[in-house]
């Protein structure tokens, strides 16, 4: 099973995946737990490329597929395949969203790519955590050149994720309230799909 955490900046995704993780774990679940960009080691040298160098949509989606791939060949797929649970702090969703949406490459090109290459791995559930741009951004300190995109980018981030929730698999949660209220709604969410 793959549950996967998306959402614009500062939403809780990291917050919530580490939740789910710890509580399946003390349940006796064997569990998995990565991001994107990063999980494998190869994808973690990814990682700072991508989140601080600039450079255009082609070729950020050409590096995030690349640190896919090498995550589903290395992590997900042996971690599947041994019956555990895979957790994943950003995955398809934010490639549609960042690259195809925000970065003007459109939704159905991007997916297309993703399958030519075989990083298109639909998740059995996925989270879709929602906060007004302006509350998230005081969530955090702008680290990389995301974060420090203006607000137009991040309310267009915001829009596409909702918009793409649209399948059996989402679930959109907001997240203004309490952090452990919110994985309330994780939890109960999980424990149904399992």
């Known amino acids: 099973m793959i549950i996967t955490f998306e959402g614009g900046e500062g939403t809780g995704k990291t917050t919530q995946a580490a939740l789910l993780k710890n509580y399946l774990e003390s349940k006796g679940r064997p569990v998995v737990s990565l991001r994107e960009p990063g999980g494998s080691h190869l994808s973690e040298k990814i990682r700072p490329l991508f989140l601080h160098e600039a ?3 082609v070729s950020e989606l050409l590096l995030i597929l690349a640190s896919r791939r090498e995550n589903i060949i290395t992590i997900i797929e042996p971690a ?3 019956g555990h649970i895979v957790i ?3 995955f398809i969703d934010s490639t549609l969203v960042y690259q195809g949406l925000a970065g003007g490459l459109g939704v159905e090109r991007v997916r297309g790519i993703m399958q030519a290459t075989r990083t298109w791995l639909v998740p059995d559930l996925t989270f ?3 906060l007004d741009p ?3 951004a005081a969530r955090y300190t702008p680290d990389d050149r995301f974060e420090f995109r203006d607000s137009d980018f991040h309310r267009r981030l915001r829009e596409g994720f909702i918009s793409l929730a649209i399948e059996p698999r989402h679930r959109v949660l907001d997240t203004r309230g309490l952090k452990q209220a919110v994985f309330e709604a994780v ?3 999980v424990d149904a799909r399992l």
């Open 55 to 57: 450079m255009d949509p």
């Open 80 to 82: 599947l395949e041994a």
């Open 88 to 90: 994943i702090d950003r």
């Open 128 to 130: 879709v955590l929602d």
């Open 134 to 136: 302006a509350l998230a």
């Open 187 to 189: 939890r109960e969410a």
